[in-house]
């Protein structure tokens, strides 16, 4: 096993509304190392983007810790990268500009910020689009984008939050295998990928490891190897066993 | 194109003729003509120097009050009286204030201008920075984290584009609002003097103490030119411009003026000359870009020098506040527990006679505005016709129109008391109608095409269809139509009541004259006069407000919203 990137120890998060604590997440606990891809499934409101906030670093837990590469997690850290359901793209900048949100923070001179956005902007897809302004482009196109975005910073670690559900079915599946590609790409980032999903057929198809939550408050039901070979088939009846069995755990 | 430049050389050509003839034939009025256009480039560039001190303050503040929340309790109240209350009525005090500080030179006259216009732009701006930074969606806000966008990045990339379609919208509000307070503020009279300010405003005002007909219609003719070539090539291209950053999931608001790409439609936009300025701006864009990018490199290395800033920052606006809070009590304390000044007996009856003037001016807008608004926004035909004549009209402040509503009123009257009666009313009208038509056009046109439809099929007519589709999808304009009308024409009392520059001057009872004479018709001003009158306002501004506006805004909100 490989050393761990990502320690997330006893998260607790708690709102409190007039004097009265809402609990959100109960004693999250796991750990994810390089070359893991690891999914998050839970049904919707049980906490799972909360969790994903607080393991960027975005928010604090009430209780718990996240540590990144052994220490404490920061929401600037350059090897994190996040991926939004509503794509959070800045409508006032171009495709390109978007991709080298992320570069021009840490101080990369225009003419490498070009240089890397351009060959992320290839590796999505997007090539002949540049210049063009997030509302010019389709949802599938500007999650390509928002994923461009993402890897432009070559994070170690791509956290995404429901990346595919505001997309069209077809859209979803293409992206969701270029997202694999890019991760079984040695030669680009990111190492590993943490995604938040309420679907469990994507997450059975996407990772190698599911980690169930109940829902609300948020607490871990289950942590699941899926060994099936890859690439795998939608169709097959090991596939609909896993779905099944997740399902169970859920209700 | 080529039509146009034509159409364009035609109309140079006439005006050259005119311009010869005037000169031959009344050589007075072509004297104005030379001076007028230098008048015209004052006046603007007092627009301009207010305006700017009111974007800086409102980005400011905005910003403020938005990132800051223990600011913000204090903040945001502020803001919201000095927004609601007639801005005109500190006008007096802040000319004593300047006269006084720069002993009558035309510096402190001329700041004192600038400052006043500065109070009318100042504050809608500052409320529409804080409310877009704290509508940034959530998510966008997490990427500039997680990003690594800090500071002055953050402000360029972030926090300034999500502010301009409201910075913007509320500019032109701002701007229209300011010719309003320019042409007031250039003439006054006070300590027994009169003082003026070359400009347009003086200007007409001049020439209508002169009883100069052609000088009057010259000076608003040169107004109106100015007025609508600023619109056409500032705030047209800049409101269309401010679009590309509305985020996309917000709907449009219901604009308290015509917004930004219907008004001026008609006109001209010159692409090739806007290209050119833009082109030979660049250069000094990019370099302020990269110079801004070293600084905040620099800075955010050294976050104990941001939090030093940041400190500084709190503990400077700590001890203003504090400064403000007390000398605040301390008036007020001093002022009430002191005998009041006999005068103040006058104050209920003041009050009253006000507010039903105004109430009579509000009624007769609502009386032909409603049924203009109706037509014009259902016919196609009479908004391309009529559009273009109403907005030229608009255009033109109330304070500017003073000369010849006095001499209508006189006309009308041929006695100077109902004469004055006349012209406050008229002037007051004038201050309010156009946010109650341009508001209920925006309304009438809001209406689905579906529900015009669904009407029409299921034979709705006549009075049926006013009341069942017309006057429901009218009501939310018409709040906010009113809720405008009213501001403006509580600013308008202060110029309408008192007309010192005639003699002996007209006047009517009511809190704009008691303000007037507390302020200029004595040796020294009365300030506890000019305190209390203020106070009055204040109250009955926000007691309406409070009671009235805001629950039918919240009621009409909920019952008469038309899902899209
Ligand atoms: N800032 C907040 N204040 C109060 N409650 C919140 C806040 N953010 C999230 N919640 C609550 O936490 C729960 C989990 O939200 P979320 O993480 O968005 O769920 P999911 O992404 O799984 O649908 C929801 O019930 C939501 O109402
Ligand atoms: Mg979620």
């Known amino acids: 096993m490989e050393p761990s990137l990502l320690e997330v120890k006893d998260v607790l998060k708690s709102y409190f509304e007039n004097g009265k604590e809402f609990k959100v997440l109960d004693l999250i606990r796991f750990e994810l190392a390089e070359r893991d891809f690891v999914c998050v499934v839970g049904p919707s409101g049980c906490g799972k983007s909360t969790l994903l906030r607080i393991i960027v670093g975005l928010e604090p837990p009430t209780s718990g810790q996240v540590l990144f590469e052994g220490s404490p997690i920061r929401a600037d850290n350059p090897q994190v990268a996040m991926v939004f359901q509503s794509f959070a793209l800045f409508p006032w900048l171009t495709v390109t500009q978007n991709v080298e949100l992320g570069l021009e923070a840490q101080g990369i001179p225009p003419e490498g910020r070009h240089a890397r956005a351009r060959k992320f902007i290839d590796a999505v897809g997007l090539t002949g689009f540049e210049n063009a302004f997030p509302r010019e482009l389709s949802g599938g196109m500007k999650q390509r984008v928002g994923l461009a975005r993402a890897l432009a910073i070559e994070p170690l670690l791509l956290c995404m939050d429901e990346p595919f559900s505001s997309l069209d079915p077809l859209t979803a599946q293409n992206l969701r295998d270029e997202i694999l590609q890019l991760w079984a790409n040695p030669d680009l980032p990111p190492k590993a990928v943490l995604m938040v999903t309420h679907s469990i057929e994507e997450a059975v198809y996407l990772a190698d490891r599911v980690i169930v939550l109940s829902s609300r408050p948020g607490r871990m039901v289950a942590e699941l190897e899926i060994d099936l070979p890859r690439p795998r088939n939608r169709k097959e009846p090991e596939f609909y066993g896993w779905v099944d069995e997740i399902y169970s755990l859920i209700v | 194109m080529r039509g146009l430049r034509g159409r364009l050389r035609i109309l140079a050509s006439i005006a050259i003729l005119v311009a010869i003839a005037v000169a031959v034939f009344y050589p007075q009025a072509a004297w104005n003509a030379i001076q007028l256009p230098l008048f015209a480039v004052f006046s603007t560039t007092r627009m301009v120097f207010a305006y700017l001190l009111s974007l800086v303050f409102a980005i400011t503040y905005g910003a403020t009050a938005a990132t800051n929340k223990r600011a913000a309790v204090i903040m945001l109240p502020i803001l919201d009286v000095l927004q609601s209350v007639p801005i005109l009525g500190f006008f007096p005090a802040a000319l004593v204030f300047f006269v006084v500080t720069f002993q009558g030179s035309p510096v402190g006259i001329e700041l004192a201008v600038i400052f006043l216009i500065f109070t009318s732009m100042a504050w809608n701006m500052a409320f529409g920075v804080y409310e877009s930074l704290t509508t940034i969606p959530v998510d966008l806000e997490a990427a500039a984290a997680s990003f690594g966008l800090r500071g002055m990045l953050r402000f360029r990339l972030l926090a300034l584009p999500a502010a301009i379609p409201k910075l913007v919208y509320n500019s032109i509000l701002s701007w229209s609002n300011g010719w309003f307070f320019l042409v007031a503020s250039e003439t006054f009279t006070a300590f027994g003097g009169t003082y003026t300010r070359p400009g347009l405003g003086s200007f007409i005002t001049n020439a209508g103490l002169a009883g100069d007909a052609t000088g009057i219609a010259l000076g608003i003719g040169v107004l109106a030119a100015v007025v609508l070539a600023l619109d056409t090539i500032v705030w047209r291209p800049l409101g269309v411009w401010s679009e590309r950053f509305r985020m996309e999931t917000t709907g449009h608001e219901v604009p308290r003026v015509p917004s930004p790409y219907e008004r001026f439609r008609w006109l001209p936009r010159f692409p090739r000359l806007r290209r050119t300025f833009w082109a030979s701006a660049q250069p000094v864009v990019t370099r302020y870009r990269r110079a801004s990018v070293r600084l905040d490199r620099t800075y955010s290395a050294h976050p104990k020098v941001l939090r030093d800033i940041r400190f500084l920052d709190l503990a400077m606006f700590a001890v203003i506040l504090l400064l403000v809070v007390v000398a605040g009590v301390f008036g007020l304390a001093r002022l009430f527990l002191s005998p009041l000044p006999p005068a103040a007996a006058e104050l209920p009856r003041a009050a009253a006679s006000s507010f039903v003037r105004l109430a009579l001016a509000y009624a007769i807008a609502l009386a032909w505005t409603i049924p203009l608004a109706a037509w014009i926004g259902r016919s196609p035909r009479g908004s391309r016709y009529l559009t273009p004549v109403l907005e030229v009209a608009a255009s033109l402040p109330a304070t500017a129109l003073l000369p ?161």
Do not use: C
């Open chain 2, 404 to 564: 010849i509503i006095v001499g209508f009123a006189i006309l009308v009257t041929a006695s100077l008391g109902p004469a004055a009666e006349v012209s406050a009313v008229l002037i007051a009208l004038f201050s309010m109608q156009w946010y109650l038509l341009f508001n209920l056009i925006a309304g009438v046109r809001a209406i689905p095409d579906d529900l015009n439809e669904a009407a029409r099929s299921f034979g709705l007519r006549g009075r049926a269809y006013w009341r069942r589709v017309l006057l429901p999808g009218m009501v939310p304009s018409l709040l906010t139509g009113s809720i405008t009308a009213w501001g403006a024409g509580w600013n308008a009392l202060i110029v309408s009541e008192y007309i010192p520059f005639l003699n002996p001057p007209p006047h009517v009872s009511g809190l704009g004259y008691l303000l007037d004479i507390a302020t200029f018709n004595k040796p020294l001003p009365d300030n506890e006069m000019i305190l209390l009158t203020i106070l009055t306002m204040i109250v009955i501004v926000l007691a309406m407000n409070k009671l009235l506006w805001r629950p039918l805004y919240k009621r009409a909100s909920v019952k008469y919203r038309v899902e899209v």
